[in-house]
């Protein structure tokens, strides 16, 4: 073993444990640490013995262990940890060595980190790491941003531990300056929050609606996986519909029905409102878990509220074949609306993002990887430019094919009064985006009408503003013309 390591970590729960363990088989010599020291031993006399990892018992030993330039990894909780961390780190780094954060961290923390470390002569790494146990084990997508300075020290280890696809090619490259990395994982964690939300809803037409039980549905859930569909989400989605408790039932239905979130999902739609950006079907992602997570009240309401009882007379296997179209459109939207969202991240932030390059990143290791990413790495390569990707040839043409099914699949779930908030939303968002003229123009006049906000006219140069007295009774006097 080297008498130094090629990199340290600091957080030794399930993703530090699973990536140093990845990080030792790829030929890298690791030291570790952890806060409770007991976990260090741990893990040495466990799964660790006998591998290439150098145990420490404080910041100093862990510092002292590396080789120059030294490169500490950070996977610990999100938030004052991290803060804590690097005051405890910076006494012991010197100039161009490198600190790395590779958990779910809100990305203005990122950017303000990497201007702090920089500050101190030092490089600085937010990554956004996906793929939870079995990808941090076996290779992650990986999504590091910060001081460009550093990529060129840690890309042989980020790139030989990454998830590989297309004969080779690493899910890793280098994102953007400051919390370009963090951003990207962000809006990475926002999509999944939205594939997630309609594929239950898909589930809950099937069951609710169609009366399919738990193996009909994993077996609907596997020919999906087997055509456009194929993806992690969807296939995880068939294995949960199969299995079964000690008792030979489904398990799936004995799991109550409260989801949990730890904000990844409400940072990207709070950042998307910071940015004025559309990205409805991640929204209502979230808003389902909140509702979700009301269980009490909505035990109470389902005994006092009526609604319309679900009852399915039509054929089900057109509704499978359109519950299919459904995901397909919805999937397409979600992802459309996340990089509309990091466009104007770029804009805002001044990063230099590859699209293109994102989705392959994305392609394996991560969570929501699929394999119509691969689509949209070629829609990026044809036009760097791409504004949306509706606007793309090839995912127009797959949108326009879907909708029919996919309305009719909303149409039936609300008369039936089965809510499928998220595929309804997806679908406003691509006929709003679609109608050359939405009645904002009202809703313009109204606001010029009660606050003297002023409106554009069509039939006179952009940029010029008027204000109508509509009430006779008003002044001449406008409100300030600005956008949020």
Not at 60 to 67: F, H, M, Q
Not at 90 to 95: A, G, M, Q, Y
Not at 404 to 416: K, M, P, S
Request: proline share 3%.
């Amino acid at each position: 073993m080297k008498k130094l390591a090629d990199i340290g970590l600091i957080g030794l729960a399930v993703m530090g444990e699973n990536l140093v363990l990845n990080m030792e088989s790829k030929g890298f010599t690791v030291a570790v640490f952890n806060r409770s020291v007991d976990k260090v031993d741990k893990f040495m006399a466990g799964r660790g013995a006998g591998k290439n990892f150098i145990g420490t018992h404080s910041i100093a030993e862990l510092c002292a262990s590396l080789e120059r330039p030294r490169k500490v990894m950070m996977l610990v909780k999100a938030g004052q940890a991290v803060d804590d961390f690097i005051e405890l780190l910076l006494p012991h780094l010197e100039e161009g060595d490198i600190i790395i954060d590779g958990g779910n961290t809100h990305f203005p923390d990122t950017i303000r980190r990497a201007k702090y470390v920089e500050s101190k002569g030092l490089l600085y790494v937010g990554s956004g790491v996906s793929g939870g146990e079995e990808g941090a084990l076996n290779g992650p997508s990986m999504m590091p941003g910060g001081s460009p300075a550093a990529w060129p020290a840690i890309k042989d280890i980020f790139q030989a531990i990454a998830a590989k696809v297309d004969g080779g090619v690493p899910c890793c490259d280098w994102v953007g300056e400051g919390g370009a990395g963090h951003f990207v994982k962000m809006v990475h964690n926002g999509i999944e929050y939205g594939d997630m939300q309609i594929i239950c809803e898909a589930y809950q037409v099937m069951k609710d609606l169609l009366g399919l039980n738990a193996d009909e549905i994993h077996q609907v859930f596997k020919e999906y996986n087997e055509g456009d569909l194929d993806s992690y989400l969807i296939e995880i989605t068939r294995d949960i519909m199969g299995y079964r408790d000690e008792n030979g039932e489904a398990l799936v239905e004995k799991i109550m029905d409260t989801a949990g979130q730890k904000g990844t999902g409400k940072w990207t739609g709070v950042s998307a409102l910071d940015l004025g950006i559309p990205l409805t079907l991640i929204g209502e992602s979230v808003f389902a878990r909140c509702l979700s997570a009301q269980k009490d009240i909505r035990v109470k309401a389902s005994k006092v509220i009526s609604g319309p009882d679900a009852l399915f007379t039509g054929d089900k296997k057109q509704m499978i074949s359109d519950l299919k179209d459904a995901l397909f459109g919805a999937k397409i939207i979600s992802y459309a609306q996340g990089y509309n969202l990091m466009m104007e991240a770029a804009n805002e932030y001044g990063w230099n993002l590859n699209y293109g390059g994102i989705a392959l990143m994305w392609r394996g290791g991560c969570i929501i990887r699929s394999t119509f990413l691969g689509d949209i790495k070629k829609a990026f390569d044809v036009n760097p430019g791409l504004e949306n990707l509706l606007l793309d040839p090839h995912f127009k043409e797959i949108v326009e094919k879907a909708q029919a099914g996919w309305r009719r699949v909303c149409a039936t779930a609300l008369t039936n009064g089965v809510p499928v908030p998220a595929l309804t939303s997806a679908l406003c968002y691509f006929d709003g985006l679609r109608c050359e003229r939405l009645p904002a123009n009202l809703l313009q006049a109204q606001r010029d009408y009660f606050g003297a906000h002023t409106y554009e006219r069509i039939d006179k140069p952009r940029g010029e503003f008027f204000h109508t007295n509509w009430t006779g009774r008003g002044g001449d006097t406008a409100s300030t013309t600005y956008i949020v």
